[in-house]
T-cell receptor, first 115, second 113 residues
Framework: GEEVAQTPKHLVRGEGQKAKLYCAPIKGHSYVFWYQQVLKNEFKFLISFQNENVFDETGMPKERFSAKCLPNSPCSLEIQATKLEDSAVYFCASSQSGVFIAEAFFGQGTRLTVV | QKEVEQDPGPLSVPEGAIVSLNCTYS??????FMWYRQYSRKGPELLMY????GNKEDGRFTAQVDKSSKYISLFIRDSQPSDSATYLCAMSLIIQGAQKLVFGQGTRLTINP
């Protein structure tokens, strides 16, 4: 597709439940990035992929967060046992290059609310 | 101290005014400097990026980078109500061979007709 498609747009989970978010990158883009935007617009880098391989996972809270990008499937970000502080908008971006990130295009985000 | 500091505003100006948005940073390793516009409940949209110190102009927008002062600016001339959005500065950094963006907090801008 010509845009990064994120689903669902909104997700509400009770504390302790699992949350799974999906991202379909722009066709032909090899790199996918996940960011978490919390209150006051703070963007936090989580993880990036080059095709199905993890490129950089230095931002991932590994205890409860996991992510995958499998061939012919949307990428996914999964949060096990959600906590209140996981409430945020999760953005996915895709890029042809993993180095020149200025060319990354963002999806519209998934708003996760943990209650 | 955050790596990138940006005044969150809000900033409200009348239509037609010149808007100045600024960010400071602490890490001299940053290589690319970007400005994103984010409308409410939308993803960030890249406006401009620069690599070196100096000015870069694109229509009504001018991006300015001063590496010696670790200071970047975005100027919007002849501001329009449609420019009302949150503006995020972002800077790229290479860590362990991978480049990632570090965002500022964003400035919420309102242009009043």
């Amino acid at each position: 597709g010509e845009e990064v498609a994120q689903t669902p747009k909104h997700l509400v989970r009770g504390e302790g439940q699992k949350a799974k978010l999906y991202c379909a990158p722009i066709k032909g883009h090899s790199y996918v990035f996940w960011y978490q935007q919390v209150l006051k617009n703070e963007f936090k880098f989580l993880i990036s992929f080059q095709n199905e391989n993890v490129f950089d996972e230095t931002g991932m809270p590994k205890e409860r967060f996991s992510a995958k990008c499998l061939p012919n499937s949307p990428c996914s970000l999964e949060i096990q046992a959600t906590k209140l502080e996981d409430s945020a908008v999760y953005f996915c971006a895709s890029s042809q290059s993993g180095v020149f990130i200025a060319e990354a295009f963002f999806g519209q985000g998934t708003r996760l609310t943990v209650v | 101290q955050k790596e990138v500091e940006q005044d969150p505003g809000p900033l409200s100006v009348p239509e037609g005014a010149i808007v100045s948005l600024n960010c400071t940073y602490s890490n001299s390793a940053f290589q690319y400097f970007m400005w994103y516009r984010q409308y409410s409940r939308k993803g960030p949209e890249l406006l401009m990026y620069t690599y070196s110190s100096g000015n870069k102009e694109d229509g009504r927008f001018t991006a300015q980078v001063d590496k010696s002062s670790k200071y970047i600016s975005l100027f919007i001339r002849d501001s329009q109500p449609s420019d009302s959005a949150t503006y995020l500065c972002a800077m790229s950094l290479i860590i362990q061979g991978a480049q990632k963006l570090v965002f500022g907090q964003g400035t919420r801008l309102t242009i009043n007709p």
